[in-house]
T-cell receptor, first 111, second 115 residues
Framework: QKEVEQDPGPLSVPEGAIVSLNCTYSNSAFQYFMWYRQYSRKGPELLMYTYSSGNKEDGRFTAQVDKSSKYISLFIRDSQPSDSATYLCAIEAHQRTALIFGKGTTLSVSS | SQTIHQWPATLVQPVGSPLSLECTVEGTSNPNLYWYRQAAGRGLQLLFYSVGIGQISSEVPQNLSASRPQDRQFILSSKKLLLSDSGFYLC??????????????FGPGTRLTVT
């Protein structure tokens, strides 16, 4: 079983829709969970990170961690065409030496 | 604030030629540094990470090498490029353990095409 799994999509939604992006992970010891946004031909940009379980909100973005299900989510409210990008989840690997990344979900928001 | 630079932005090299990609970080001291490769349609593959000057850990056996000659400088090299080395190379930094959360910050990347 892979340590982090993420549906690659693509996911296409109309402007204004609520978007749900998800990852599952296998190791219950993981504590830090991150979401990155990557525009085409650019480096990934950190959107949000959460520690342990619970929700974290930043503007139109909400990150949610369910440790009992080993499931993390990113919700985007009132999606905009500028949200069109690839979204990668990342989880802290043991001993803080690296992050484990999902393969990314490509999102397209049409106006 | 912290800034991470990578150069060159794009590179086209023939098979068998050498490679040198450079990454520098400003605004922080003693960061952890990372090199990733992102091939088309694939995820981020960690190649090397470094926790200090001269300390390099390799994640994937290959014909690439990394060096950290200064605290905030990280170099990716190859003596002879292969076609399979083509991809998008990303440098990243994070705070050292005990100094904060483990999130990583990425540079703009170098797009390498080996012909």
């Amino acid at each position: 079983q892979k340590e982090v799994e993420q549906d690659p999509g693509p996911l296409s939604v109309p402007e204004g829709a609520i978007v749900s992006l998800n990852c599952t992970y296998s190791n219950s010891a993981f504590q830090y969970f991150m979401w990155y946004r990557q525009y085409s031909r650019k480096g990934p940009e950190l959107l949000m990170y959460t520690y342990s379980s619970g929700n974290k909100e930043d503007g139109r973005f909400t990150a949610q961690v369910d440790k009992s299900s080993k499931y993390i989510s990113l919700f985007i409210r009132d999606s905009q065409p500028s949200d069109s990008a690839t979204y990668l989840c990342a989880i802290e690997a043991h001993q803080r030496t690296a992050l484990i990344f999902g393969k990314g979900t490509t999102l397209s928001v049409s106006s | 604030s912290q800034t991470i630079h990578q150069w060159p932005a794009t590179l086209v090299q023939p098979v068998g030629s050498p490679l040198s990609l450079e990454c520098t970080v400003e605004g922080t001291s003693n960061p952890n540094l990372y090199w990733y490769r992102q091939a088309a349609g694939r995820g981020l593959q960690l190649l090397f990470y470094s926790v200090g000057i001269g300390q390099i850990s390799s994640e994937v056996p290959q014909n690439l090498s990394a060096s950290r000659p200064q605290d905030r400088q990280f170099i990716l090299s190859s003596k002879k490029l292969l076609l399979s080395d083509s991809g998008f190379y990303l440098c990243a930094w994070s705070l050292a353990p005990g100094q904060g959360a483990p999130e990583q910050y990425f540079g703009p990347g170098t797009r390498l095409t080996v012909t």
